[in-house]
């Protein structure tokens, strides 16, 4: 991916959905998303033809339906919006958001265990 278009909260709700199902109509996606919020299809349609001509998604005619397909990738699409989401907001200081993100929140033994396991890891790869 060469420039990242960030998602609108909006379009990530869409790209959740498509994510989730691999492919899908307009109708399909706003069944979903109408789960959890109530969002009207003609909205959901201007959403998606927006994600198309943004580049992160790609629509194919079936018949007299459009499936729509996520061009941009779940993990690449999470990490450049925590990238951006510490730069943004702790200056570039990633141990910032992680010392905030362990203090607001009490740790399992399992989420520490996970922990100690990737900064081993992390040790190993330098």
Not at 104 to 118: D, M, V
């Amino acid at each position: 991916m060469e420039t990242f278009q960030k998602p609108t909260e909006s379009e990530l709700e869409v790209l959740k959905v498509l994510w989730q199902m691999g492919r899908a109509t307009v109708k399909q996606v706003n069944e979903e998303i109408n789960k959890t919020k109530e969002t009207g299809y003609t909205t959901t349609l201007k959403i998606m033809q927006i994600m198309f001509e943004k580049g992160l998604v790609s629509r194919n005619a079936e018949g007299k339906q459009h499936i729509f397909e996520a061009i941009v990738g779940e993990e690449e699409t999470q990490k450049s919006l925590l990238n951006r989401f510490i730069d943004s907001t702790f200056q570039g200081n990633a141990m910032s958001l992680v010392m905030q993100a362990l203090g607001n929140h009490h740790a399992s033994e399992e989420e520490l265990s996970e922990l100690k396991k990737l900064i081993q890891q992390l040790e190993q790869d330098k």
